[in-house]
């Protein structure tokens, strides 16, 4: 049985019209498409709003006398405005959705020759979709003056996966984007790539949420920002990336730097702040360390990923941020869930797309191309090149792929180890000796105490005096001293740690008045501070 022949169109009200008497020498698009003897029409599909019903009909009966043969359907689309994208899509995609296609015995074709711009671009778009099962028809008038003839036509199939260039284009360009948010270092980790390759579908695709999890140093913060280059790259994002460390927000500052406040809030706030979900809207807020959030952030974090609105601090109206989340953690959320330390309903809000990123110790196959890649980081820093001889390059590269190699701190312990050999380089040129140099100056650093030794580190930095401490003090020191190895300096420790009394002119001198606490314990900055060499 042959298949039979289904064409979509709008009425043209401007090309379809004209004098009755003088219909037939003109060439109108909607009766010219039922003229072409190797292009039999078996039904129409006609379009039309409801001022337009007696052109539908008079279009219909000189169908008739053209091609007899050919069923035309008419359907009433009332449209405010058919300039309106939103409005016009929206009806399309709805009559589509209720449709009875028989891809089996029907083969269907969308004349896009009449009907606005807007609605030329909605087809192609739910043909691409393939929520219309259907190749494009393009209609043109006839040459030479013969105004009433047929004309000509064009079917194009818009499946570009058929089409090969196009295809190997997508592929490359696919190959590219992962590229892209691996910083383009040729990394060899079969899983990881295929990891990568999963964001890149993700990233492009989807507004919701993404969690990357990870131990310190995986990379969460620059795989963030290069998601948002990539989005950006895109036009899929126009706002800004604004990334915060939660940790770095602790008491009544924490509501304030995430949410804004009004003026007059509460004491010190002495004009309007605006926020840091604000300052994201149409980009995307990087929250690092998710875990660390308080109960009271945690909720209204969860209403403002859903909502896409919430109340600055002493606000009587709501404002809105239409922003992407993508959060990191260095937790089991899940654990901190069922300790009652994390919201359930968030962590589900969050757990959509989760990542997993490795360390660098269960990527040692890609430590080589990472070292080429701080290289070049280094060189571009610093307008300066080094490289390895291949002596050096051999004992490094032996021993950083050892076992004994810890790599505590992941990539940022390979990137300060690199940025250290290039900086010693005679002229450039990394020799045995540095190499050596740097070997024993890694070995000193991983045999410092980590902050194990107990549940809170603490038994490592103060031996048997940490059992001593009372509970209030033990707590107290154990979260300072975590928030001091997440800084490079004292008082950028400092800052974090008294951001709220500084914010009320309650605090001269933070690295001070931190230097001193430590004292208390008989500690100094170069013990808690962050696991580089001192």
């Not at 809207?281 to 909720?299: M, V, W």
Request: proline share 4%; charged share 30%.
């Amino acid at each position: 049985m042959a298949r039979r022949r289904v064409v979509f169109g709008f009425l043209g009200t401007t090309m379809d019209a004209g004098k009755l008497e003088a219909r037939w020498e003109r060439w109108r698009p909607t009766v010219a498409l039922c003229q072409h003897e190797d292009f039999v029409v078996d039904r129409l599909e006609l379009l039309h709003d409801t001022r337009s019903q007696s052109l539908a009909r008079r279009v219909c009966a000189d169908i008739a006398q053209v091609s007899p043969e050919t069923q035309v359907r008419s359907t009433v689309m009332n449209l405010r405005d058919p300039w309106d994208f939103e409005e016009v899509y929206g009806a399309l995609h709805d009559f589509a959705r209720a449709y009875p296609f028989d891809r089996d015995g029907e083969d269907y074709v969308v004349n896009i020759t009449t009907g606005t711009h807007v609605a030329q671009i909605c087809w192609f778009l739910l043909i691409e979709a393939r929520y219309i099962p259907a190749q494009i028809l393009q209609l043109t008038p006839p040459r030479g003056g013969q105004e009433g003839g047929a004309g000509g036509y064009g079917l194009i199939d818009i499946d570009l996966s058929r089409y090969d260039r196009i295809a190997t284009r997508f592929r490359v360009e696919a190959v590219e984007a992962t590229s892209f948010l691996k910083s383009g270092i040729a990394t060899r980790s079969e899983a990881f790539n295929r990891m990568i390759d999963r964001i890149e579908q993700v990233a492009v695709r989807s507004r919701a949420p993404l969690l990357l999890c990870g131990p310190t140093g995986a990379g969460k913060s620059q795989l963030a920002r290069r998601i948002y280059d990539l989005k950006r790259s895109r036009h899929q994002v126009d706002g800004a990336f604004v990334e915060v460390n939660c940790a770095t927000l602790r008491g009544d500052g924490a509501m304030s730097a995430l949410f804004g406040h009004v003026k007059g809030a509460f004491t010190g706030a002495l004009q309007e702040r605006a926020g840091l979900l604000r300052s994201a809207d149409r980009g995307i807020l990087f929250l690092d360390e998710i875990g660390e959030l308080g109960p009271d952030e945690q909720a209204m974090i969860l209403r403002a990923i859903e909502d896409k609105r919430f109340p600055p601090v002493g606000a009587d109206r709501e404002v809105a941020s239409d922003f992407q989340l993508i959060a990191g953690t260095n937790r089991d959320l899940a654990e901190d869930v069922a300790a009652g330390r994390f919201r359930e309903d968030l962590l589900a809000r969050l757990n959509l797309w989760t990542f997993d990123l490795p360390g660098l110790k269960e990527r040692r196959e890609d430590i080589e191309p990472n070292i080429e890649f701080e290289l070049r980081r280094y060189a571009k820093a610093e307008g300066v090149q080094a490289t390895f001889n291949r002596e050096a390059r051999e004992r490094y590269l032996a021993f950083a792929m050892s076992p004994e190699a810890e790599w505590r701190a992941n990539f940022r312990d390979l990137g300060a180890s690199i940025t250290r050999l290039a900086t010693l380089a005679p002229s450039g040129r990394i020799t045995q000796a540095v190499v050596e140099e740097e070997i024993e100056r890694l070995r000193r650093l991983w045999a410092r105490p980590s902050t194990g030794g107990g549940e809170d580190g603490l038994a490592g930095l103060l031996g048997p005096g940490a059992a001593e401490l009372d509970l209030f003090d033990r707590v107290q020191l154990a979260e300072v001293v975590r928030v001091c190895r997440r800084h490079a300096s004292l008082s950028a420790a400092g800052r974090a740690l008294f951001a709220a009394s500084r914010a009320r002119k309650g605090s001269a001198n933070d690295a001070d008045r931190l230097r001193k606490y430590l004292a208390r314990f008989g500690l100094e900055w170069r013990q808690v501070g962050p696991t580089t060499p001192g």
